[in-house]
């Protein structure tokens, strides 16, 4: 199983003791002494990954070893229980509702085992990837902290009433939370942005729709490659008040110089993604960018004003449509908390009602919600939540009714 995520035991570190490379097991206290190939495996598994990956990492950084070598050290460090499948830390809020919307709180592997969930949320704590305030790290458990105010389906039957349009929302959708990509310290456009790719790929293979709680804007990047990946017709629906475009495309290599106001560039220049379509734009910039066939923009608040059925018009039907929802497209007099408030957004109410008309008539295979920086005050987290749970609804359209 290629998809299953392994990393390191969390209580075994490398080490040196004189001039030796050692794994040394904090709690238990052994120390073994690991040569050159285990201490490229371990170092390799310190932030979860597939087997795949992590032996396309090795091989890139020491193109000398034999695979097969690789992978018999893999084997063996998984029979030592030195490398585990990777159980995301659960997640525990001050009212022990658990996940997202108090959905349960599941492993990967539990979530990708058996007929358990048709939703997956994740969490990706990382905001390396902005140019000015950090903070949207602490937004994925801000987010399932105020989401119980908002929705709490029931978990047997699922779903929840909403007496705006007289549904039962989510109905008979089965939402996972499996917790937040980890890491000790996050590096810009690291092994940790890798392993959201890996986890948003399997999900994808699995047939699940992957929800990733952001985290700056960078993170989609990831996200748009695993599901290019899964769907190789793939379109992408950006809400956002900027394009987060580079001034020239392509802007060499992602790992040095990708960050959430240019990370587009390489959405766009993926060959796989066929349409961006984007809605709410209204930076203004030094000067008129250059154009690219790909690219259909409804800037402002026209695509409210025109309505879904316009701007579905834009969105060929027969694509798999990922959408990626920065909150700065909400006006900043609503959201106030977020790294580039633009003046001139839309309101919670009309987005809603915009997104579930496009998404309920289209194949939605993933969403991201980004670039929130928790406050003290709940409201924002509400507004998002209530934003998320109606498009998670008309996403999920086709299988819950
Ligand atoms: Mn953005």
Request: aromatic share 4%; charged share 20%.
């Amino acid at each position: 199983m290629t998809a299953e995520l392994l990393a390191l035991d969390r209580q075994i570190v490398l080490t040196e003791r004189d001039g030796q490379q050692v794994l040394w097991h904090l709690s238990k206290g052994w120390e073994a002494p690991a040569g050159r190939l285990v201490a490229e495996v371990v170092a390799a598994f310190a932030v979860p990954r597939t087997r795949t990956s992590a032996e396309a990492a090795i091989a890139a950084r020491v193109p000398a070893l034999p695979s097969t070598a690789v992978a018999e050290v893999v084997d063996e460090l998984r029979e030592l229980g030195v490398l585990a499948p990777h159980e995301p830390q659960g997640i525990r809020t001050p009212t022990g509702r658990g996940g997202l919307f108090g959905a349960p709180v599941l492993t990967v592997q539990e979530a990708l085992a058996g007929d358990v969930c048709d939703v997956a949320v994740v969490g990706m704590p990382y905001d390396v990837g902005v140019t000015n305030i950090g903070g949207t790290r602490l937004a994925p458990e801000f987010l399932r902290r105020t989401s119980g105010a908002v929705m709490q389906p029931s978990a047997s039957a699922g779903g929840v009433w909403d007496p705006v349009s007289d549904r039962v929302l989510l109905e008979g959708v089965r939402i996972a939370d499996l917790g937040d990509v980890q890491a000790v310290v996050f590096t810009r456009n690291g092994r940790e942005v890798d392993a959201l790719q890996d986890l948003v790929a399997a999900l994808a293979a699995g047939g699940r729709l992957p929800v990733v709680l952001g985290g700056d804007h960078s993170i989609t990047l990831p996200v748009v490659r695993a599901l290019a990946g899964a769907h190789p017709r793939l379109g992408v629906l950006q809400i956002d008040a900027h394009s987060d475009l580079p001034e020239t495309l392509p802007d060499g290599d992602w790992r040095e110089h990708c960050h959430h106001g240019n990370f587009m560039g390489w959405v766009v220049f993926d060959e796989r993604v066929e349409v961006v379509v984007r809605l709410g734009l209204r930076q203004l910039e030094a000067a008129r960018p250059a154009g690219h066939p790909k690219l259909r923009t409804w800037p402002g608040r026209s695509a409210v004003e025109a309505g879904a059925e316009a701007v579905l018009a834009d969105l060929p039907y027969d694509l798999a449509w990922h959408v990626t929802l920065d909150v700065d497209a909400l006006d900043p007099s609503i959201i106030r908390s977020t790294g580039t408030p633009v003046a001139g957004g839309f309101a919670p109410a009309e987005l809603a009602t915009l997104l579930q008309g496009l998404c309920r008539r289209r194949h939605v295979v993933g969403i991201d919600v980004v670039e929130l920086i928790p406050s003290a005050d709940r409201v924002e987290g509400n507004i998002v939540c209530d934003l998320l749970a109606r498009v998670m609804d008309a996403a999920t359209g086709a299988r819950g009714r």
